[in-house]
Structures are given as structure tokens and as C-alpha cells.
């Protein structure tokens, strides 16, 4: 037997401003709230197809960049489509040290963590 991951927690500032902008992006729906955190995933709920991601309030700002981030494809329509949606919904661009070839965009969050965004399409779950 494996395990697979459940839930991603993430520490922020804003845990409703980050779960709107997630929730835009990844078409998640709100699943819980807590005091200081909001709960998202697919509307199958916690333990469905995808993992939830938990916005947990964290009053100190970030100090470095995330040692883990998430990679991210478009489903239903080209990358250059899926990269002006994802700043129409309040992503930047980032600068990790990349060439400028390389075929993914890295882009923050409004909070500052990066992401990215790749060229491969995949089907929906």
C-alpha cells in the first residue's frame, strides 16, 4: 500500500484573498473554514481526485522562496491562452534565474510564491 497526498497546507497572510485567487485558477471551490484558514478542492471534497490545499494564516512575511511549488497545465486551451488568464486573475511574472528559453513561465501567486506554468496541455480530472 502507498500513501497519496491528501491536502497542501500553505502558510500566508491573506487565507480568503489566497483561496479566491487559487480557487480562480485551479476551478476549486471553498470546502471549509476554520478561524484562520480556508480549505479548497475539487467539489468531490477532501480525499477526491486531486489533493485539497489548506490556506493557513501566517502573520510573518515570506522569507524566501518556496522549497516546494507547484507546476501547473492548461486543460482547455493553449499556454499563451492559460498565461493571460492567470494574470487577468492577479498572477505576476517571477524571476527565479531563468534564460528566458525555457518553455515554462514562472509566476507568483499575490502573496508571492511561485508557480508554474507549463507548456503541456492535460486532460481535466
Known amino acids: 500500500m ?7 497546507v500553505l502558510a500566508c497572510r491573506d487565507p ?8 480562480e485558477v485551479l476551478d476549486f471551490v471553498v470546502l471549509d473554514r476554520e478561524e484562520d484558514c ?6 468531490e471534497g477532501f480525499g477526491g481526485p486531486q489533493p485539497t490545499i489548506i490556506f493557513s ?6 522569507k524566501a522562496d518556496l522549497r516546494l511549488h507547484i507546476d501547473l497545465n492548461a486543460t482547455d486551451r493553449d499556454q499563451d ?7 487577468a486573475a492577479g498572477a505576476v511574472p517571477a524571476d527565479v534565474g ?14 508571492g510564491n511561485e508557480f508554474c506554468l507549463l507548456k ?6
Open 2 to 8: 502507498a500513501c497519496r497526498i491528501g491536502e497542501l
Open 98 to 111: 531563468q534564460t528566458g528559453e525555457e518553455s515554462w513561465h514562472v509566476l507568483a501567486d499575490p502573496e
Open 57 to 62: 494564516r501566517d502573520d510573518e512575511p515570506k
Open 81 to 87: 491562452a492559460e498565461l493571460e488568464r492567470l494574470l
Open 16 to 23: 480568503e484573498a489566497l483561496a479566491r485567487f487559487w480557487c
Open 120 to 125: 503541456a496541455r492535460i486532460a481535466p480530472v
Open 38 to 43: 480556508v480549505e479548497i478542492g475539487t467539489r
